[in-house]
C-alpha cells in the first residue's frame, strides 16, 4: 500500500510543479519562463487592460531578469517581450490609434521625433491587420541587432522598427508616466497581479 502512496504523492507534486509553471489570468495562461533568441526570459509580470468596466486584453511582460520599474525593465539586457491576448473583440485600427496616443503622450518630444516614422509605420501594420478577435495574440518582441519585431496572429509583420527608442516608447504605453491602465502597470512590473 505504501508504495501506491508514494507513487500517487509523486504524481500529485508532479502536477503541482506544472501548474507552477504557469500563471493565469482572466482564462489566459502565461508561461513563468520562454526562450525568446536563444535567451531564456521569466515573466516579469501579468495582468488585464480594463478600458471602463470591459476586460480587453491580457497582458504578460518577459524579461531576462526581474525589473520593478519602467527604468529597471529597459535596462535589463538581451530579448524582452510584451505579449497581448484578446478576451474581447476591438478594431486593430481603433488599438492602433491608442497605441499612437499612449506613445505621444509618454515619449519626450525629441525622442518622438526621432521614431515618428515607425510609429506612422506601426499604425499601418494595425490597419492591415483589421480586427483582434478573442483569444489573438500579439507579440512585441526586442531582439538586439535586429530590433522591434510585432508578431500577430503568429506572423511577424513588416520589417523589424530598428530603433531601440521604438520599443521604450512601446513599453511607456503601459509601464510609462501615463499608462494605458496603473493596475495592469502595477501587475507587468510584478507589483501586483490581477487576476
Known sequence: MSRILKT???CTLGLLALQAQ???V???KYEENIELAGAKLQLNGAGTRYKAVFKV?????YLGKKAGTLPEALAVPGPKRLTLTFVREIASEEL?????KGIKSNTPNEEYTRIVGSVMRMSQVFYEARKMK???VINMDWLPGKGTIITIRGVPVGEPFPEPEFYGA?????????PA????KDALLGQSDRR
Open 134 to 136: 478573442i483569444g489573438e
Open 8 to 10: 500517487l504523492f509523486l
Open 22 to 24: 504557469a500563471r493565469e
Open 57 to 61: 486584453y491580457t497582458a504578460g511582460l
Open 96 to 100: 492602433g490609434r491608442l497605441f499612437i
Open 181 to 184: 491602465d496603473w493596475t495592469l
Open 26 to 28: 482572466d482564462g489566459v
Open 170 to 178: 512601446l513599453l511607456r504605453i503601459w509601464l510609462g508616466q501615463d
